[in-house]
């Protein structure tokens, strides 16, 4: 290697650390003075770089892999579950059989659920109809019937839909439990507010007030746009199904993730080191707070995998230099508590 080469230490073997460049020409694993080891943690990471060695005096572009894992942590029982499913009943939900789709899979969900959860059921098209206020999925044995009823209406206020199936969940909001709303659309929303800009900032508030958010874009047309953002900025998931028998599927891996959860409202914070400059963050949405970027993430459960990737921008300066240091922080799902691993 050229001597004038910095070559990069990869140093994120904890969930928190520096990532520095050392001049010489040695690749190595190493951790951050000071920093735990993440076994024992409920989110494990680690953390890669792109280029072994910067060239002093150029400006290089480099990649920062940071690799999560939800803990394989035991369970000792699955929690609560605080639910509203929000169908969109519009006329165009009548065609390719997506209604269909959707009733199948509502009625699946209602049979997933167990006493102590609790479920609302809102519908909407120009009108919104909470057909089934919040209740315990033992109180009452109207969710099917609400269900089977359902029939193509009208235009599609879908944010409409969203907020009252948002509101019977703050309604018996416990932060013990998992507060989620699942909404089945084609996203083809042409009444009420439609303007993306206060959908998105609207949806964030409700995520700030404790709900996720999942999204499942049905048919072949659909605004996947609109349906992954409001997922995005709730920390839910997102999926697009075509056939009945994908429904089924997604409500399956949703509601065994929602009671595999070990962690809430994650944050990764990456503050970079002088003359770095970020270009671009993969995979996730991003804000820039001073020379920090955060990145929120979605709930993480058992075993789950997740990788964010960031572009940066770096110029060598023929010294040991760090690019980047990182913090994780989360909430975890059982108890409660805000882990904030942290280097000194």
Same mark, same amino acid.
């Given at each position: 290697m050229h001597?004038?080469?910095?070559?990069?230490?990869?140093a994120?073997? &904890? &969930?928190t650390?520096?990532?520095?460049?050392?001049p010489?020409?040695?690749?190595?694993?190493?951790?951050? &003075?000071?920093?735990?080891?993440?076994?024992?943690?409920?989110v494990?990471?680690?953390?890669?770089?792109?280029?072994?060695?910067?060239l002093?005096?150029?400006?290089?572009?480099?990649f920062? /892999?940071?690799?999560?894992?939800?803990? %394989?942590?035991?369970?000792e029982q699955?929690?609560?579950?605080?639910l509203?499913?929000?169908v969109?009943?519009s006329?165009?939900?009548?065609s390719?059989?997506?209604l269909?789709?959707?009733k199948?899979?509502a009625?699946?969900?209602?049979e997933?659920l167990?006493?102590?959860?609790?479920?609302?059921?809102?519908?909407?098209?120009?009108e919104?109809d909470?057909?089934v &206020?919040?209740s315990? #999925? %033992?109180?009452?044995?109207?969710?099917?019937t609400a269900?089977?009823?359902?029939?193509?209406g009208?235009?599609?206020?879908l944010y409409?839909?969203?907020?009252?199936?948002?509101?019977?969940?703050? +309604?018996?909001? %416990?932060?013990?439990?998992l507060?989620?709303?699942?909404?089945?659309?084609?996203g @083809?929303?042409?009444?009420?507010l439609?303007d993306?800009?206060k959908?998105?900032?609207?949806?964030?508030?409700?995520?700030?007030r404790?709900?996720r958010v999942?999204?499942?874009?049905?048919g072949?047309?659909?605004?996947?746009?609109?349906?992954?953002l409001?997922?995005h900025?709730?920390?839910g998931?997102?999926?697009y199904?075509?056939?009945?028998?994908?429904v089924?599927g /997604?409500?399956?891996?949703?509601i %065994?993730?929602?009671?595999a959860?070990?962690a809430?409202?994650?944050e990764?914070r990456v503050?970079?080191?002088d003359g770095?400059?970020?270009?671009? #963050?993969?995979?996730?949405?991003?804000?820039?707070?001073g020379?920090?970027v955060v990145?929120?993430?979605?709930?993480?459960?058992?075993?789950e995998?997740r990788?964010?990737?960031?572009? @940066?921008?770096?110029?060598?300066?023929?010294?040991?230099?760090?690019? +980047?240091?990182?913090?994780?922080?989360?909430?975890?799902a059982?108890e409660?508590?805000r882990?904030?691993?942290?280097s000194?």
């Amino acid at each position: 290697m050229h001597p004038a080469l910095s070559a990069c230490c990869l140093a994120l073997l &904890p &969930p928190t650390a520096n990532l520095s460049c050392i001049p010489g020409g040695q690749e190595a694993w190493r951790r951050a &003075p000071g920093t735990t080891s993440s076994l024992d943690a409920l989110v494990e990471t680690e953390s890669r770089i792109s280029h072994p060695a910067l060239l002093p005096g150029e400006e290089q572009e480099v990649f920062l /892999y940071v690799a999560l894992r939800g803990a %394989d942590v035991p369970l000792e029982q699955r929690l609560d579950l605080n639910l509203a499913l929000v169908v969109d009943r519009s006329g165009s939900m009548g065609s390719q059989d997506k209604l269909v789709q959707a009733k199948a899979a509502a009625e699946q969900l209602v049979e997933r659920l167990g006493p102590r959860d609790r479920l609302a059921i809102v519908v909407y098209d120009n009108e919104i109809d909470t057909v089934v &206020p919040s209740s315990f #999925v %033992d109180e009452t044995g109207g969710f099917k019937t609400a269900i089977r009823a359902l029939r193509p209406g009208g235009n599609t206020n879908l944010y409409g839909g969203l907020a009252a199936g948002c509101n019977e969940v703050l +309604a018996h909001y %416990d932060e013990r439990a998992l507060n989620q709303v699942l909404l089945l659309s084609d996203g @083809l929303a042409n009444e009420g507010l439609t303007d993306r800009t206060k959908i998105r900032r609207r949806v964030q508030g409700f995520h700030e007030r404790g709900l996720r958010v999942s999204t499942m874009g049905m048919g072949l047309n659909y605004d996947e746009e609109l349906l992954g953002l409001l997922a995005h900025n709730a920390r839910g998931n997102y999926s697009y199904v075509d056939h009945a028998e994908a429904v089924g599927g /997604y409500l399956d891996r949703e509601i %065994d993730q929602l009671a595999a959860v070990v962690a809430r409202d994650l944050e990764l914070r990456v503050e970079l080191g002088d003359g770095v400059r970020l270009e671009e #963050v993969y995979g996730y949405p991003s804000r820039r707070e001073g020379d920090a970027v955060v990145v929120p993430i979605p709930d993480t459960f058992a075993g789950e995998r997740r990788k964010v990737v960031l572009r @940066l921008t770096a110029c060598g300066n023929g010294a040991e230099q760090v690019l +980047a240091r990182t913090t994780l922080s989360y909430v975890g799902a059982q108890e409660g508590g805000r882990h904030v691993h942290d280097s000194p």
